[in-house]
């Protein structure tokens, strides 16, 4: 599959694509060949599809020593994906491990992922490869895939984007440089990109190191908004059950998610819950007592049932995290002035619920490194299902909002689809999504949500279903899901 001087694509073009080269297999390139053919691709590709923001300084990036990242040693990739491509592994200067995937039919086009959690503790590499195997989707598109564990486990914001970023220059060094680079973060990992595209807008060569963004199930309200509902969960949690922590043992401040000696395991928590609530019985099988706590927490909270133990473990094990490493021993959360309501008896739950102040400095700390700014200036399109039981689709009316004040409004589409869930959606998607940013970046098309939907089911005959955009939805503000409390 010989690779044309300039590659503009249309919605005709990347379907075409998608139906009829699928899993084709032509002997891969050697690196020079790739930077050749690219290097010519990009004279030749003009794109002026944004408005100018104010780059970094080239100096101000952590641009690789010459030799400083040792290349990366070929490696199985997951059975999937073996027919189909050869992957390349290491570990780079900073300690994270990643991994990376290129499709036999490679199209020219990186996808560098930031994956979601994050998960606590030492990186494991392990972990690119369930990133991998997840998000095999694009892989099969065509698309070459990077993705790191990142160096350090924990909510880390600005250290995951630099380790992204260093992952791009190992790709670019030793295997070529990409026709385009599309940064795609999860969950978690949304923020981590879209902080990345912040930091990173120019290299050292005057180049855009990251060509689009593309924004899945984000958690992008930051820091100090994403989390407030998760004060509000242990509080009200703690109100009803009594039992984290018990009345006999030490009692402590619930922002600080657990002290830094508590033994508590997940198991721990799980344990807890499970005796005030029975999460892990049927609802038929609960108590009344039981029952009745549990539809307080998800009419109060206004999360579902089947996620309460995800997001407690978070309000507990990610807040100590955040609070012992990242915000100096101090909290960043409060519910300061929150009113509560949904619950039998509201005044008795406000009178009752513990009340903390969010430390003033440990926000600013927590906001320098997890709140976007939205200073990005490259097209960012995000995707999310509008019952997305982890990360609410009210994050993305926030997301807007910073757009707007960051003055990158019109380089921003949102996209929302009827899926109920959060870690992976469905795999006509996915590429529908990349084909129109690549569109937006190289035709200058800005997409639509309602030109997205109609594009998705063309992919569906090479991906499977599972189209279910709804291009008019609009999500109601982050104010209208999580009650606001008075901030430092």
């Not at 043992?249 to 807890?272: F, H, K, V």
């Not at 929150?338 to 440990?362: I, M």
């Amino acid at each position: 599959m010989p690779w044309p001087a300039t590659t503009v694509w249309s919605w005709a073009s990347a379907i075409t694509w998608a139906s009829s080269e699928a899993g084709t297999a032509v002997a891969p390139r050697t690196p020079s060949v790739l930077i050749a053919r690219l290097a010519f691709a990009g004279l030749a590709s003009l794109v002026g599809a944004c408005a100018p923001v104010r780059p970094l300084s080239p100096a101000a990036l952590p641009q690789a020593a010459a030799g400083a990242e040792a290349a990366p040693a070929a490696t199985a990739c997951p059975q999937d994906l073996a027919p189909i491509a050869r992957c390349l592994s290491g570990q780079d200067s900073a300690g994270a491990y990643y991994l990376i995937a290129l499709p036999n039919s490679w199209n020219g086009h990186l996808v560098l992922h930031a994956h979601g959690g994050p998960a606590l503790g030492a990186p494991k590499r392990e972990r690119s490869v369930e990133d991998l195997e997840r998000w095999s989707i694009m892989v099969r598109a065509g698309y070459a895939w990077a993705g790191s564990t990142f160096r350090q486990g924990g909510v880390a914001v600005r250290a995951a984007a630099e380790d992204t970023e260093r992952l791009r220059q190992i790709f670019v060094r030793h295997v070529g440089q990409p026709q385009r680079t599309i940064l795609h973060g999860q969950s978690w990992g949304a923020s981590v990109a879209a902080k990345g595209a912040e930091m990173f807008t120019t290299t050292a060569d005057g180049r855009r190191p990251y060509d689009a963004v593309l924004l899945t199930s984000g958690v992008l309200a930051g820091g100090t908004r994403s989390y407030d509902f998760r004060t509000d969960l242990r509080v009200v949690y703690q109100s009803l059950c009594h039992n984290h922590p018990r009345p006999d043992e030490a009692q402590y401040p619930l922002n600080i998610g657990l002290p830094a000696d508590a033994a508590m395991t997940p198991a721990d928590l799980a344990a807890r819950v499970n005796e005030c609530l029975a999460l892990n019985q049927p609802a038929a099988e609960r108590t009344p007592e039981q029952q009745r706590k549990v539809q307080t927490i998800v009419d109060v909270i206004r999360i579902p049932a089947s996620s309460l133990q995800s997001h407690l473990n978070w309000a507990t094990f990610h807040f100590r995290d955040v609070v012992q490493h990242r915000t100096g021993g101090a909290s960043p959360f409060g519910n300061m002035g929150a009113q509560y309501r949904g619950s039998p008896d509201d005044a008795a739950l406000n009178a009752g619920v513990l009340r903390y102040r969010a430390d003033p400095a440990a926000v600013a700390r927590f906001a320098e490194d997890t709140d976007p700014t939205g200073r990005i200036p490259v097209p960012v399109l995000t995707v999310k299902g509008v019952d997305d039981p982890t990360a609410f689709v009210e994050l993305d009316a926030a997301f807007k909002q910073t757009m707007e004040r960051g003055g990158s409004a019109a380089r921003l589409v949102q996209t929302f689809t009827r899926h109920a869930t959060h870690s992976y959606l469905s795999d006509p998607t996915y590429p529908t999504l990349m084909a129109a940013l690549l569109r937006w970046v190289e035709a200058g098309e800005k997409p639509t949500p309602e030109g997205i939907a109609r594009a998705c089911p063309a992919f569906e005959a090479t991906f499977g279903k599972g189209c279910a955009f709804v291009p008019a939805y609009v999500p109601a503000p982050l104010e209208s899901r999580v009650v606001e409390r008075t901030r430092p």
